[in-house]
């Protein structure tokens, strides 16, 4: 899957930005706050829907515009050219389109344009709470399994509709009735269960992607793992047992259900599952240096890549935001290498300075690209474009 063009409006930095692109390695250089990471932001909105760098959209709006618009043309996604729209107006919320067609929800655009992205916020990933983990683990399952996402969306409203009641009745002498409380907690088995069986296969099979991806980027013997720790036990032989995992699922509501009581919320579900990173048996958090720290978050990203490629059985976008800054000469050069190989499509990287890319990247062929990213004074307009590999480092 290859983007072709992209066109920013009224968006961060962005006051009408349209720029075309390489299909392999594409590199915004600039000053900081020029405009770099927004253009990913925009690219990763047309993907997803969303920002990877806020969650309120609100912001997104270049200050006293009165909505952001974003437009991008792909190919290899179908016979012919793709064009999708996000439009996003305050207090009025986003619309997509395919090739000027309204989808009826956003979720109907993921998983058509598959997206990867390398940030330094990665870091939260190994080194924080399991709020990341757990993000991490639902965007690559959404993105390959439209039916994860719908199944995630309504255990999320099943929950939430018990825990409402839950906390209705938290300061009152009895429960609630068993009439009210059951369908809720039935429809939260059912589904939650249905998540974490999906959670269970595909890690089952994801841990030998990473193992692959950690070999191709870091020369030490190390052995990646990840450890599942939900309330239902991995069967090693039968991953993703749905019923097994409802039954173990109930048990453990009854089992919590006083607390539940007292608390007034679900206390048990894959919301509060959890993602051990392992090397060598040592976990990552809280044992892994700093450098096995990025060496391990871009080995996760990585494996998502290729997990996505196969599974969708096209290759995403990659997107690296201040990737290099932290690396090594030397994995550098690697991972340049590999961006540059068959193994992966069409990248985006920002940086500062161009000189850690010109020096193992052919940008003078067609199927890499250099940019140089800076604002017009005039309008102060963000401008991208075309530069030549000789640009000041």
């Not at 719908?150 to 009641?165: D, F, P, S």
């Not at 992966?344 to 940086?351: D, E, L, M, R, Y």
Request: glycine share 4%.
């Amino acid at each position: 899957m290859t983007l072709e063009s992209l066109k920013i409006r009224s968006f961060r930095a962005h006051k009408h930005t349209e720029v075309a692109f390489a299909p392999k390695v594409n590199v915004l250089v600039g000053a900081n706050g020029v405009g770099k990471t927004n253009t990913l932001e925009a690219i990763h909105y047309l993907c997803l829907t969303k920002s990877f760098v806020a969650s309120n959209d609100t912001y997104a709006v270049r200050q006293e515009a009165p909505y952001f618009e974003l437009e991008g043309t792909f190919t290899g996604v179908r016979s012919r050219p793709m064009t999708a729209k996000l439009v996003y107006v305050p207090h009025e919320g986003k619309q997509v389109f395919v090739n000027d067609a309204p989808l009826d929800r956003l979720a109907d655009i993921v998983g058509q344009l598959p997206v990867v992205v390398f940030s330094p916020e990665d870091h939260a990933l190994t080194a924080e709470g399991p709020d990341e983990r757990r993000r991490f683990l639902n965007n690559i399952l959404s993105q390959a399994h439209p039916a994860y996402m719908n199944t995630l969306m309504k255990y999320r409203r099943a929950r939430k509709q018990r825990n409402e009641l839950l906390r209705q009745y938290r300061k009152k002498p009895a429960p609630p009735p068993e009439a009210l409380l059951a369908p809720w907690t039935q429809k939260l088995v059912q589904l939650g269960s249905q998540v974490v069986a999906r959670r269970q296969t595909f890690l089952h099979t994801f841990t030998g992607y990473l193992q692959d991806a950690y070999e191709r980027i870091e020369a030490v013997a190390e052995e990646p793992t990840i450890e599942y720790d939900t309330f239902a036990a991995l069967s090693t032989d039968a991953p993703g047992d749905a019923e097994a995992i409802a039954e173990a699922f109930r048990a453990r509501l009854d089992e919590k259900q006083d607390h539940e009581y007292k608390r007034g919320t679900t206390l048990v579900g894959p919301q509060r599952d959890e993602l051990v990173f392992r090397l060598n048996d040592l976990e990552v958090r809280r044992y892994a240096s700093q450098g096995q720290h990025r060496t391990f978050a871009m080995a996760l990203k990585l494996a998502q890549y290729f997990y996505l490629s196969d599974t969708l059985e096209r290759l995403p976008v990659l997107l690296l935001d201040d990737a290099f800054g932290k690396l090594d000469t030397e994995r550098t050069e690697v991972f340049m290498q590999l961006l540059q190989s068959d193994a992966i499509g069409q990248s985006f990287i920002t940086a500062t300075r161009a000189a850690p890319f010109t020096a193992t990247v052919p940008f003078s062929e067609d199927e890499n690209r250099l940019f140089q990213v800076d604002t017009k004074n005039d309008a102060a307009r963000v401008c991208i474009a075309p530069a030549s590999a000789d640009v000041s480092a």
